[in-house]
């Protein structure tokens, strides 16, 4: 079962816009990690973010920010004034650590942003 | 900079030959990981040693043979593959498998003719 929906396909912005990534996840675990990873062109995973299920607050870096709600099971990302090196598919991953199996770290299925001059 | 290095970058290889890519991590972690990723999907786990044991997705064919020589070097041996398994294949490490954050190299775009 897909544990972790992403699901915006592809976002087009121009320069300057804002951009919001959605990832809704589900677990039964209590404690579970959460992740934001981001794939240039070149193929290399950039790892941007972990937060674990115990903390809530949101948190900003540069133009990078992150919206946590349990409430909903969502970890949002926000690109604020987007810029073409933004360029990017961006995965949300979940790990669960309470799982002691095979698949207990999932990744969604991924966006694709495509940031325009 | 990558503390993930892996080689070669691009593999042009046949169905009949063997060959390998190679990964090492310079960071201390314990849990090392082999992932193929299609194009436009998600990365595929394949393989996981933690503290040098081995754990398998079995799905992976048995073409895909890996070798973990020491807790810094991950090797995956290819032989007689197909042209289905043309992919990007990423190498990434983490703590152990607890802390798994995970940290990946920049790949090998693998094509198989």
């Known amino acids: 079962a897909q544990k972790v929906t992403q699901a915006q396909t592809e976002i087009s912005v121009v320069e300057k816009e804002d951009v919001t990534l959605d990832c809704v996840y589900e677990t039964r675990d209590t404690t579970y990690y959460l992740f934001w990873y981001k794939q240039p062109p070149s193929g290399e995973l950039v790892f941007l973010i972990r937060r674990n299920s115990f903390d809530e607050q949101n948190e900003i870096s540069g133009r990078y920010s992150w919206n946590f709600q349990k409430s909903t099971s969502s970890f949002n990302f926000t690109i604020t004034a987007s810029q073409v090196v933004d360029s990017a598919v961006y995965f949300c991953a979940l790990s669960e650590a309470e799982t002691d199996s095979w698949g207990k770290f999932q990744f969604g299925a991924g966006t694709q942003v495509v940031v325009t001059p | 900079d990558t503390e993930v290095t892996q080689t070669p970058k691009h593999l042009v290889m046949g169905m009949t030959n063997k060959k390998s890519l190679k990964c090492e991590q310079h960071m201390g972690h314990r849990a090392m990981y082999w992932y193929k990723q299609k194009a436009k999907k998600p990365p595929e786990l394949m393989f996981v040693?933690?503290?040098?044991?081995?754990?398998i997705n079995e799905s992976v064919p048995s073409r895909f043979s890996p070798e973990c020589p020491n807790s810094s070097l991950l090797n995956l041996h290819l032989h007689a593959l197909q042209p289905e398994d043309s992919a990007l294949y990423l190498c990434?490490?983490?703590?152990?498998?607890?802390?798994?954050?995970?940290?990946f190299g920049p790949g090998t775009r693998l094509t198989v003719l």
């Open positions: 040693y933690s503290y040098e044991k081995l754990s």
């Open positions: 990434a490490s983490s703590q152990d498998t607890v802390d798994d954050t995970q940290y």
